[in-house]
């Protein structure tokens, strides 16, 4: 009885103690909850829409769109680790290429539980977010000259007289005129002057600009035929800026003074005197640097004074003026007789390269430099005879093909402000400058129209590259991978006889590198004609600097 007493006792005592715990609160809670509630907390979802799906085979659109699936489905579904894997990432939004991480153009790529990039030609890294350091894209970053030095890698250099930068990439002036670097604050105003004394309206001003150099004719504003005002204010030596187009310097009415002037000139000459001596000693006179403004012996060509007005612009075709020291590098080849025929870039201090098809007839005598005015010797005028020549192994005088000689001087040149060297171009510059549309100086003597006469006053003008589909569509000729085209199709600017081996420069990185050469070409400045096209500085190694 003992014990039934004792568990009677312990399952009252328990159901008091409950009684007092619920008497404590003053609510109570449910011991179960409502049906609609319960199936809040535990949901069942449906695995079978039909009779024993479970033993029919996988579907992608029934188990996993329809309904949510496993891994252990979607794998049964596919039968491939990857193809799972790539499209357990799209189901549970695991995939990384969903927002595309890629740089650049990049395309993303899941490849065993990661992603990976496609890049661009032009990119790299993971991510595609380098550009791609190879020469044959920007030039690799570099001013001047480029090397490939493995993946992504380049080592840049420069031409003679600079030194590389501190980044690896630019290039630093380490000598006072080193190639293709014009100086700042040209003196343009001797220049001004000398246009000034051919454009006086009477044979009378004419001779008497030439005897006396007037402080009022040095501030004059040029006029050409028209009234058009030439003056120039200082360009900070660039010959990209433009300014008024310069004066033709042989109107109607000076045209009758000059042929009286000339004449006077051509008598002196014929008794084998002039202003300055006798010219049997033009030879002693060469390789000569001149510190004075002092006449030359030039022989000038005859002129018709009654030529039409049509005929009497001698520029070159389209273009302006170029100062004294805007293009430093021109040069004007000279035969025996003093007479330029050709044009011609400085490159170095002994070489001068120019069109092989200049020599064909006449050999080149000798070469002025820093010159502006052809007919008169300027301040630091430089004279220097040719010792030897060499035409391009490959040059083809029926096709113009290698259309590219070099001379090679008597002594070296003085650099100074007027005579400066010109800078060639790697092939992966040259490339990267001969692009459509990019546009590059022309300079010369040349003529502005086919039946125009020669220049007075060196002159230049800006002309595009054409593709070559363009240049060879406007030409009967053949046009070889060794040629480009620069010019307008409207025939608003050219280059033209005389103009023949002079340069064609282009900037880049604050540098004037040697592009082409002038050739051949039909016509000047007509329309549907693209110039002449131009012969591949790059024919030369560039070591010629060095």
């Not at 499209?87 to 927002?99: A, Q, R």
């Not at 990976?116 to 990119?123: A, R, S, V």
């Not at 005088?397 to 008597?410: C, F, K, P, R, T």
């Not at 604050?510 to 693209?530: H, M, P, Q």
Request: glycine letters at 8%; charged letters at 20%.
């Amino acid at each position: 009885m003992l014990p039934e007493m004792e568990s009677s006792s312990s399952l009252v005592m328990f159901v008091l103690l409950m009684c007092s715990i619920s008497s404590s609160y003053p609510y109570s809670y449910p011991v179960f909850m409502r049906k609609d509630a319960a199936h809040e907390v535990l949901r069942v979802h449906k695995r079978a829409n039909y009779f024993l799906e479970e033993i029919r085979l996988g579907n992608l659109e029934r188990e996993c769109n329809e309904e949510k699936c496993s891994f252990e489905e979607a794998k049964e579904i596919f039968h491939s680790q990857e193809k799972t894997m790539e499209f357990w990432f799209n189901y549970k939004g695991l995939n990384p290429c969903t927002t595309n991480p890629c740089k650049n153009g990049g395309v993303c790529k899941i490849r065993h539980y990661n992603y990976f990039c496609i890049c661009p030609p032009k990119f790299g890294g993971d991510n595609c977010e380098k550009e791609k350091l190879e020469c044959w894209y920007k030039n690799g970053g570099c001013w001047q000259y480029c090397w490939d030095r493995g993946s992504f890698q380049v080592q840049c250099s420069c031409a003679k007289d600079y030194t590389l930068h501190k980044d690896g990439k630019k290039c630093v002036q380490a000598a006072p005129f080193p190639c293709g670097l014009i100086r700042s604050r040209r003196a343009s105003e001797e220049a001004r002057h000398k246009v000034a004394t051919w454009n006086m309206s009477t044979a009378h001003a004419v001779k008497q600009a030439k005897v006396k150099q007037s402080a009022a004719g040095e501030k004059e504003d040029l006029k050409d035929a028209s009234g058009q005002s030439t003056a120039m204010e200082d360009d900070g030596g660039d010959p990209n800026q433009q300014h008024t187009e310069g004066a033709a310097w042989q109107n109607e009415t000076t045209a009758a003074a000059m042929q009286e002037d000339m004449g006077e000139n051509t008598s002196e000459q014929s008794t084998g005197q002039n202003k300055t001596g006798a010219v049997e000693h033009l030879r002693g006179a060469l390789n000569e640097s001149d510190s004075a403004d002092v006449p030359a012996t030039p022989q000038h060509p005859q002129r018709n004074a009654s030529a039409p007005a049509g005929h009497s612009d001698t520029r070159i075709s389209g273009g302006t003026l170029c100062h004294r020291g805007q293009c430093p590098w021109q040069v004007l080849i000279r035969d025996s007789r003093d007479v330029g025929f050709c044009g011609g870039s400085l490159i170095n201090s002994r070489w001068v390269i120019t069109a092989a098809h200049c020599l064909d007839l006449v050999r080149p005598h000798h070469v002025t430099i820093g010159d502006f005015d052809k007919y008169r010797r300027e301040l630091k005028e430089q004279k220097i005879g040719v010792e030897r020549i060499w035409t391009h192994p490959h040059y083809d005088s029926n096709n113009y093909n290698g259309d590219i000689a070099l001379l090679y001087l008597s002594s070296e040149v003085v650099f100074n402000e007027y005579a400066i060297p010109i800078c060639l171009p790697s092939p992966n510059l040259a490339a990267l400058l001969a692009e459509e549309g990019r546009v590059g100086m022309v300079s010369g003597w040349g003529a502005t129209h086919s039946r125009g006469s020669t220049l007075h006053f060196l002159m230049r003008v800006q002309l595009p590259i054409v593709s070559m589909d363009t240049c060879q569509q406007s030409t009967r000729r053949l046009v070889t991978d060794n040629m480009f085209c620069a010019g307008y199709g409207t025939g608003a600017a050219d280059a033209c006889k005389g103009d023949s081996g002079g340069p064609f420069a282009v900037s880049y990185q604050n540098t004037w590198f040697l592009l082409g050469i002038v050739s051949w070409g039909d016509g000047c400045a007509e329309r549907g004609k693209y110039g002449k096209p131009f012969s591949c500085s790059h024919l030369i190694s560039s070591s010629s600097h060095h």
